[in-house]
Nanobody, 126 residues
């Protein structure tokens, strides 16, 4: 079992930056694919970014490409999401998630992940 905990959320003005971090416990976490998702009020949870354990490849939603960067530490114990040029439409609760062997198709699908953090609020004011 993997336990995840996000940190780093908060309130920022449009154009600003935030860095979210996801820490994990559980010795097998390093072998899991990791993703970031977000959910705004009244909307479904949506994919933001992900990183593959097997290939190291990164994936991004079109809405965040060029602004957000997903990265991990060398030991794969933490996964960060650097968010730059934030927009009011980025306001949401952000969740990190881990799933095993998801592949390029599954890594963007929230239903494929079976470990989730509790979420952290990101609010971008205009």
């Amino acid at each position: 079992q993997v336990q995840l905990a996000e940190s780093g959320g908060g309130l920022v003005q449009a154009g600003g930056s935030l860095r979210l971090s996801c820490a994990a416990s559980g010795r097998t976490f390093r072998t899991y694919d990791k993703g970031w998702f977000r959910q705004a009020p009244g909307k479904e949870r949506e994919f933001v970014a992900a990183i593959s354990w097997r290939s190291g490849s990164t994936y991004y939603a079109d809405s965040v490409k060029g602004r957000f960067t997903v990265s991990r530490d060398n030991a794969w114990n933490t996964v960060d999401l650097q968010m730059n040029s934030l927009k009011p439409e980025d306001t949401a609760v952000y969740y990190c998630a881990a799933g095993y062997g998801l592949g390029a198709m599954g890594i963007t699908n929230p239903r494929k992940y079976d470990n989730w953090g509790q979420g952290t609020q990101v609010t971008v004011s205009s």
